[in-house]
């Protein structure tokens, strides 16, 4: 079961909003430039003139580089506030890069977002484990995207970031993404399980996968999974 918390998620992001535009800045921190962006950069292998759907975008910085890649973007956010800095700080580049408050968990609003449009790619920068159903996400995306597109997400790594050390359940917990933020978020724990599930019943099949430890560490805390949305053959449904 999904827990039911989306306007006390939306109030925490609210809330860090601004100090999170702050922190990242430009060029986000070191954590997403050196962790997180490279292997999201190879599984994504953004190509000029696509069209990107950028999941929980924040002040819209990785929005900005897929804009600098030659892709057209639609990036959303839960927090209004987010899209208002997102706005701000990327004011150069919304030609290239549209904007949207949207609700990750409610299908019919992210399906809104295609303007009779199919995506060739989605991606989810350390995201989904925010949200508190999924499901209705990666339906959506599905749906959103062109036969053979791929979206591209990384997440904590159940196996290693396990509130209580309880890895099988779905638990919700609160923690801190950035030192200092003014209010503790929601985080949701899902197993590889579950996650892998979603994928599949989603309609996806996983043709792409990393593990990613902070450096001089060997344990992994990220998980990079790409999803393809097979095409009508591999389907079953050629005439």
């Not at 050196?34 to 929980?56: F, H, N, S």
């Not at 897929?66 to 839960?78: H, R, T």
């Not at 990384?154 to 209010?183: N, V, W």
Request: glycine fraction near 6%; hydrophobic fraction near 40%.
């Amino acid at each position: 079961m999904e827990f039911q918390t989306n306007d006390e998620s939306l109030l925490a992001w609210e809330t860090n909003a601004d100090f999170w535009d702050s922190k990242m800045g430009d060029d986000s921190n070191e954590f997403h430039r050196e962790i997180v962006r490279p292997k999201t950069e190879l599984l994504l292998d953004i190509q000029p003139k696509e069209y990107v759907l950028d999941i929980a975008c924040g002040n819209g910085n990785f929005s900005k580089r897929l804009a600098e890649q030659g892709a057209q973007v639609v990036a959303f956010d839960y927090s209004p506030r987010m899209i208002k800095n997102a706005k701000k700080r990327q004011a150069g580049y919304l030609e290239s890069i549209d904007f949207q408050v949207c609700d990750g968990t409610n299908y019919n609003q992210v399906l809104a977002l295609s303007k009779n449009r199919v995506f060739d790619k989605a991606v989810a920068n350390m995201a989904i484990m925010d949200i508190s159903d999924i499901a209705p996400l990666f339906r959506a995306v599905y749906s959103l995207l062109k036969d053979n597109g791929i979206f591209v997400f990384s997440t904590h790594h159940p196996c290693f970031i396990r509130p209580d050390g309880d890895y099988k359940k779905y638990l919700m917990h609160k923690g801190e993404a950035i030192a200092g933020q003014p209010m503790l978020h929601n985080y949701y724990h899902r197993s590889l399980q579950e996650l892998f599930m979603c994928c599949f019943s989603s309609g996806f099949v996983i043709d792409g996968f990393y593990e990613e430890a902070l450096q001089n560490a060997d344990t992994p805390i990220i998980i990079f999974t790409r999803l393809r949305k097979p095409n009508k053959a591999e389907n079953g449904q050629a005439g």
